[in-house]
């Protein structure tokens, strides 16, 4: 079956402890990419990648870090949590050259995260 | 740059009644336009979308978009709702050749029985 998998579902933590949220697809995508989800904000671009070793900044980078060290894989990490991190985050695949051909985002599940 | 505006934040119908989920858009370059739905504790996934051609879009379980670029609306409609369509809708837009996907805030439907 062709997904998005994202892990841990729930995350709680504390302020400075590093994280790493992870994220695979199956699917062979190229541009992988992620947001994080807040009330009455919509969904915001984190960092997407391209293709592998190719990650650019999306419109709410700071804080966060990714790497794309293979096709599918594409961890969210960050390294010194704040309260303000607190959010539900969703990665998403696509095929190339992603959203900027139309193509069709396909979403995991989602990672709340809270930072205490 | 693009953005994305959801008219309402909360739309309450009753079972079976039309719906009509409203979205504005604004791009200085042509769009594609996309409405996604995310049903509870789930990600989202695409309904339909709008990339050239036809400006009535059909997507999945029933529902379908207007595209009109005078008024840079793209609005979702399905003419008799179930239960099962409550969730959260998402607007987006993609500027052709931008790589970026601009979420509107989303609009949460409710169904009533």
């Known amino acids: 079956e062709a997904q998005v998998t994202q892990n841990p579902r729930y995350l709680i933590t504390v302020t400075g402890k590093k994280l790493t949220v992870t994220c695979s697809q199956n699917?062979?995508?190229?541009?992988m990419s992620w947001y994080r989800q807040d009330p009455g904000l919509g969904l915001r671009q984190i960092y997407y990648s391209m293709n592998v070793e190719v990650t650019d900044k999306g419109d709410v980078p700071e804080g966060y870090k990714v790497s794309r060290k293979e096709k599918r894989n594409f961890p969210l990490i960050l390294e010194s949590p704040s309260p303000n991190q607190t959010s539900l985050y969703f990665c998403a695949s696509s095929l190339s050259p992603g959203t900027r051909a139309g193509e069709k985002l396909f979403f995991g599940s989602g990672t709340q995260l809270s930072v205490l | 740059a693009q953005s994305v505006t959801q008219l309402d934040s909360q739309v309450p119908v009753f079972e079976e009644a039309p719906v009509e989920l409203r979205c504005n858009y604004s791009s200085s370059v042509s769009v594609y336009l996309f409405w996604y739905v995310q049903y509870p504790n789930q990600g989202l996934q695409l309904l339909l979308k709008y990339l050239s051609g036809s400006t009535l879009v059909k997507g999945i379980n029933g529902f379908e978009a207007e595209f009109n670029k005078s008024q840079t609306s793209f609005h979702l409609r399905k003419p008799s709702v179930h239960i099962s369509d409550t969730a959260e809708y998402f607007c987006a837009v993609s500027g052709k050749g931008a790589q970026k996907l601009v979420f509107g805030q989303g609009t949460r439907l409710t169904i009533n029985p």
């Open positions: 699917m062979n995508h190229e541009y």
